[in-house]
């Protein structure tokens, strides 16, 4: 167990519709990335953050996706306007920040689908 | 940015063959290059990583391989045990702070 826990788990619903995933780091994860894989494909850097800061932000990132990490700790990924092409498993990532540190501690993910 | 290309996509070997997966990165300022696996409806976990100071790593039945005049690296499972069976990414990423990015995947299959 990685300590990141992302909520919720499966989430079905209407193209059109508004969706908001949500995830809890571990307090020592200064970095918190998001991802998002589709079957057979490997994840797909999205955004980063260290502390509430965004930092980088992957062109993957339509003006439909914002995420948002008001006091560094937990963050949220919102989606507007689902679109079927949304349809993906969002992963979440923990981190910490410094040139001999890398690994991520990856959430259980939540998965979208969008009919 | 940074391209990490993976392959092959899917590798079928005996119990107790060895099984080599490997990768190429674009961004010559890459430094660190981990493995995760992926076993069906988990999480990705790191196996072993290396960084661009060091040619070669193991850890038990596992080792990894850099060439960064080549900017290819490899992840080598020997003994393979069908528990070893999962999907197999690679990763880079050009410097402290920056995001990973991922290879698409390599599905391995160890068949008793």
């Known amino acids: 167990d990685t300590g990141v826990s992302q909520d919720p788990r499966h989430k079905i619903t209407k193209r059109g519709q508004n969706v908001t995933f949500r995830c809890d780091p571990i307090?020592?994860?200064?970095?918190l990335y998001w991802y998002r894989q589709t079957l057979g494909q490997g994840p797909e850097f999205l955004t980063y953050?260290?502390?509430?800061?965004?930092?980088?932000k992957s062109r993957l990132l339509s003006d439909r996706f914002s995420a948002e990490r008001p006091k560094g700790s937990f963050s949220t990924l919102e989606i507007q306007r689902t679109e079927q092409g949304d349809s993906a498993m969002y992963l979440c990532?923990?981190?910490?920040?410094?040139?001999?540190?890398?690994?991520?501690?990856f959430g259980e993910g939540s998965r979208l689908t969008v009919l | 940015g940074e391209n990490v290309e993976q392959h092959p996509s899917t590798l079928s070997v005996q119990e107790g063959d060895s099984a080599v997966i490997k990768c190429t990165y674009s961004?010559?300022?890459?430094?660190?290059f981990p493995w995760y696996k992926q076993e069906l409806g988990k999480r990705p976990q790191l196996i072993i990583d290396?960084?661009?100071?060091?040619g070669e790593k193991k850890d038990q039945r596992i080792a990894v391989t850099l060439n960064k005049t080549a900017k290819h690296f490899s992840l080598h499972i020997t003994e393979t045990q069908p528990e070893d069976s999962a999907v197999y990414f690679c990763?880079?990423?050009?410097?402290?702070?920056?995001?990973?990015?991922f290879g698409k995947g390599t599905t391995l299959s160890v068949s008793s």
């Open positions: 990763a880079a990423r050009n410097q402290a702070g920056t995001a990973l990015i």
């Open positions: 307090s020592e994860h200064n970095r």
């Open positions: 961004d010559s300022a890459s430094n660190y």
């Open positions: 953050f260290q502390n509430e800061a965004q930092l980088e």
């Open positions: 290396i960084r661009s100071n060091v």
């Open positions: 990532a923990g981190g910490l920040a410094g040139v001999n540190t890398g690994e991520l501690f």
